[in-house]
Structures are given as C-alpha cells and as structure tokens.
C-alpha cells in the first residue's frame, strides 16, 4: 500500500453570488506537513454578509490543528475530541474578531437593530460569533489513521475498499431545514457539556481502514451527484476523473484544472445557483472498482406525531432564540429539532428506534427535555458504535436523564468500571 497522498483544493462564487456581488462565501484547503495530510471545507452562512471570514479562518484552523496535533485529538476520547476542535475553531474566530476591529464596527453599524436585539437576548461576542458561522468539514490522515468530521451541510466521500462512497453527510428531513455550526454547539456547551456529543456534530477516527481517497464538498456542489432516482445518490464518475488529475499531475497542474474546468462545471451545473467548495485527498494507489459506485439511499419514515399532541407541543415555551443563521425559521423550532434528532437514531438503530421512539413519546415531560434525553442517547450510541461501549460517569451526565434512557432501551446493560468514581460501561446488545 502506498503511503504518497497528494491533494487538490478549489473554491468559486456561484450564480446567486455574482448577480448579487457577494463573495464566494466557500473556502476549501489543503496541507501535508509532520506526516499529516488534511482537508478542510467550510461554507459560510449565506444570510450574513461577512461569513467568508468565518470560512477562511475555519479552514486554516482545522489544517493547522491537525497539522500540530493530529495524535492528540486521534488518541483522546471522542468527546474530548469533540470539545477540542469546536474549542479550538472559536478561539481562532474570537482572535480574528479582536485583530479587525474596524470589520465588525462596520458589520454593527448596517445590522444595529438586530446587534441590539441580540445583545438583549445573549451577548455582543455571539453576535459576532454569529456573523462568521460557517460550516467544518474535515478529512485528515496519518500513517494508518483517519479523523473525519462535519458540522453542518455539505458531504464527505471516500474511495472506501475500492468503493467510491458517502462517509458522512448532514441529513434533512420534512421541515428541518435549519444548520447548525461550531458557535453553536459551543454556545450549548457552556451550559450542558454533551452538547459537544451532539448529532448535529459527525466525528469518526478509524484505524486500519482501507480508504484511499477522500473527497468534500459544499453543499452547492450537486453535479458530482446522479440524484435521478428518487431517495437515491451516488457519485458520478467526474469525481473519479479529478482523482486521476489530482495524482496524475503536479500541485500547479491539477489546481489549474480544477479551478478552470471543474469549479466553472459545477457552478454552471449546480441547481442551487450556490458557492462551491471542493476539496481532495487521493492515494498514489487509489482504486474504483467497475461497480465502486455505492448508491446511498434514504428512507422516508411515515411515523408522525400523533395529531393530538401537535397543540401542545407548539404551546410549550420557547429556548433561548438561536442566532438567525443557525434556525432561519423560529416558529416550531423544538418541533424541528426533535424531529432531527429523532432521524439519527433511526440512522444509528433502525427498525428499534420505532419501539424506542414510542416509548418515549409516552412519558409526560416536555418536548425540550425528550430532546434532551435524545441527544445523551444518541451520544451513547455514537460511542458504542465506534468504541463497543460508553462510559457512564455520574459527575458528568445527568443521572436522572441517563435512567431514562437505560430504561427505555432493554437492550442496554452495564457493568461496573470503577466503583469509587461512579463509572459504568454500557452496552447495547
């Protein structure tokens, strides 16, 4: 196996952009150095009129962070993991808010009724926060190790055993159209700390995994996709086409193809007139077999709600508001955050979500605190999946929470890890 990776990095203003002389709001980069090689991808909240800042700094600070530190964050635990990143993204976006006064002074200046209305609400360094969200996606190798992650829209594919497929991608269903991004999560966490376990958040670390390419793209990037079949994606064989030229040529040569043949084609292509990003890590050695084209399909879930309990739900007090480019649409916004939440333990478990989900659905506790209960779940289930258990620790999480959750899932059991600490491992049969 080759260990030589070689890397392709582009980004260009979509339609919408140029006719309303906004900058390309997409950033995509690329860096090798201390035997690591990355990938990042980050496209700017389009309701803000200054995210490619957020973007840019977004991106440099992932590849410089996997860069210096790629063993730490592959050898903490998830959560830790988690925590570092999102941590590390806003301590690089807070310094550039401190090093250019005179953008933000401007930026307050032609939004000062919504400055003021956030500023009641929660704080001028959110607001500033909120003018640079952008999203994270990111793909870093090392030897025989991976980091793969996502905050927000946007898709990450990988030649997986010789099969170009979809690692990660966020998923939307029905009404849920908003995106979250590390502010917010960060924000969360500063009053429930598994908010960095969150779903909205994808983090995988394999090793031994046999991948040898990776490709990430923003969500206006929709011609690398055959979408004719209904609840079905695939790849189309222009992604294999910018492997061969990213391992093919020099640095100069494939960027030269990918900025003047391959961004203006899926600008030109793209049926949301978006920015488009695109990123590329290939293996000198990388292979699609003839039928590599694995088709990703998405199931339609016809359970909803019960019509009864629809009044209820939309009378029950709102949360703190979510900054504008997070949740554009304010009203039923619990409502839409269930449900989100409640699609990826279907992604995780299935067919047993059903039994899970109408267990839950019949506990008398506010939606916000099923919610609650759901994300700690999907924590759990995150950690199993990737390590065979979690670690329940009392001065952690939320006991009361967490028994509802042990009592829901029969399939759960645990055994005591450490007594004098209060830990347990749970499994999930």
Request: net charge negative.
């Amino acid at each position: 196996m080759s260990n030589q990776w070689f890397f392709n990095y582009g980004e260009q203003a979509g339609k919408s952009h140029i006719s309303r002389r906004i900058p390309c709001q997409d950033k995509a980069l690329c860096r090798q150095e201390n035997g690591v090689t990355v990938a990042a991808v980050s496209d700017g909240c389009g309701s803000s009129a200054i995210s490619q800042y957020g973007s840019k700094v977004t991106a440099e600070t992932l590849c410089d962070y996997f860069i210096e530190n790629f063993d730490l964050i592959h050898g903490a635990e998830i959560l830790e993991s988690r925590k570092m990143i999102v941590d590390k993204i806003i301590a690089s976006l807070l310094d550039f808010i401190g090093a250019n006064e005179e953008i933000f002074r401007a930026y307050k200046a032609e939004n000062l009724e919504r400055y003021n209305d956030f500023v009641k609400k929660r704080s001028e360094e959110e607001f500033y926060l909120d003018s640079l969200n952008a999203t994270a996606l990111f793909a870093a190798v090392k030897d025989d190790k991976y980091i793969i992650g996502q905050i927000g829209d946007g898709v990450i594919g990988g030649v997986v055993r010789n099969q170009l497929k979809i690692i990660m991608e966020e998923k939307k269903e029905g009404e849920v159209n908003g995106t979250f991004y590390p502010a917010n999560i960060y924000s969360l966490a500063q009053k429930n700390p598994d908010w960095y376990g969150c779903a909205q958040f994808q983090l995988k670390k394999p090793k031994n995994a046999d991948v040898s390419a990776f490709i990430l793209t923003t969500d206006g990037v929709d011609s690398f996709f055959d979408l004719r079949v209904p609840f079905q994606k695939k790849y189309t064989t222009g992604v294999d086409k910018l492997f061969q030229c990213t391992v093919g040529s020099s640095f100069a040569e494939a960027k030269a193809v990918l900025d003047e043949q391959f961004l203006p084609a899926l600008v030109n292509g793209s049926r949301a007139l978006d920015d488009c990003g695109v990123a590329v890590l290939a293996r000198e050695d990388y292979f699609i077999s003839q039928d590599g084209y694995v088709i990703t399909k998405y199931e339609r879930y016809e359970e909803k709600e019960p019509e009864e309990k629809e009044p209820a739900e939309r009378a029950l007090p709102k949360e703190p508001e979510q900054p504008a480019c997070a949740e554009e649409e304010e009203v039923g916004e619990e409502v839409r955050e269930f449900q989100l939440l409640k699609e990826r333990v279907f992604a995780f478990i299935g067919a047993d979500a059903a039994i899970f989900m109408k267990n839950l659905e019949q506990i008398s506790v506010s939606l916000s605190k099923k919610a609650e209960i759901l994300r700690m779940y999907i924590a759990i289930l995150e950690e199993i999946s990737q390590q065979g258990f979690f670690v329940f620790d009392k001065s952690v999480h939320d006991e009361i929470v967490f028994g509802e959750i042990y009592r829901l899932d029969d399939r759960m059991t645990s055994q005591p890890t450490d007594l004098t600490a209060e830990k347990y491992n749970i499994y999930r049969e």
